[in-house]
C-alpha cells in the first residue's frame, strides 16, 4: 500500500508540501537562494516549524530580494528581531543578509548559482531507493561539499546536514520513500 513519506504529519499544508513541492527538481537561482536561506533557519528546528512562518519570512526579508536584503544594516537587524513572524534569532537573520551578499558577489563573478549548486550532483536528480526513513541518511559526501563550498564563498548556516536538506527539497537529490506515491518508481507523470 502506498503512503506518504514518514516526516509527514497530519497538516493539510505540510502534505500538500510534501506532494507538491520536496523533491521536485528547482532550477531557479532565486528560488534556491531562497530555499537555502529558509533551510538554514531550520537549524535547531523542525521544517514544519519554518513551513509555517514562510509568507512572514517573505514579507520580513523582501520576498528573498537578495538587491534588497544586502541593504539591511543593523537597525534592520533590531527591527526583525521584534518579528514575532520569524525565528527570532540575531545570527540567523544576519546569516540571510550575509548569504545575500554571497549571492550577488557570485553573481558579480559571472557564476551561475543554480548551476554551480546542480554541479554537486552532476546536473541532475539523484534517485534514492529507501525503503524506510531510517535508511535516509541525513548528510552525504556531497552535501558536506556543498556544505564547505558555500561557506569558503560566505554562507552561513549551510552544513552538511543543512545542505542534504536543501538537496532533498530542492529535488537535487529525491529521497521519497520506496512506499511513497511520489517515488518515481510509481511513475508520477
Not at 513551513?51 to 544594516?73: G, M, Q, S, W
Not at 513572524?85 to 546569516?95: A, C, D, F, P, Y
Request: proline share 5%; glycine share 8%.
Amino acid at each position: 500500500m502506498l503512503a506518504r513519506c514518514g516526516w509527514v504529519n497530519n497538516d493539510p499544508g505540510y502534505q500538500a508540501y510534501h506532494d507538491r513541492e520536496w523533491g521536485v527538481p528547482e532550477y531557479d537561482g532565486r528560488a534556491l537562494f531562497e530555499k537555502l536561506c529558509l533551510d538554514g533557519q531550520q537549524a535547531g528546528l523542525s521544517w514544519f516549524t519554518i513551513l509555517c512562518k514562510i509568507p512572514a519570512y517573505r514579507a520580513a526579508f523582501a520576498d528573498f530580494n537578495p538587491e534588497i536584503i544586502v541593504t539591511f544594516d543593523e537597525q534592520d537587524v533590531e527591527r526583525l528581531m521584534q518579528n514575532k513572524g520569524i525565528v527570532r534569532n540575531r545570527l540567523k537573520i544576519r546569516s540571510i543578509i550575509a548569504n545575500a551578499r554571497a549571492y550577488l558577489l557570485m553573481q558579480e563573478q559571472g557564476i551561475d548559482f543554480s548551476c554551480w549548486l546542480w554541479d554537486f550532483v552532476g546536473g541532475e536528480p539523484v534517485i534514492n531507493w529507501w525503503p524506510t526513513l531510517s535508511e535516509v541518511p541525513t548528510s552525504t559526501s556531497e552535501s558536506e561539499a556543498m556544505a564547505r563550498a558555500l561557506k569558503k564563498r560566505g554562507f552561513s548556516f549551510v552544513g552538511g546536514t543543512i545542505c542534504y536538506a536543501f538537496m532533498q527539497a530542492t529535488g537535487m537529490v529525491n529521497d521519497h520513500l520506496l512506499s511513497c506515491p511520489r517515488h518515481p518508481i510509481h511513475d508520477n507523470s
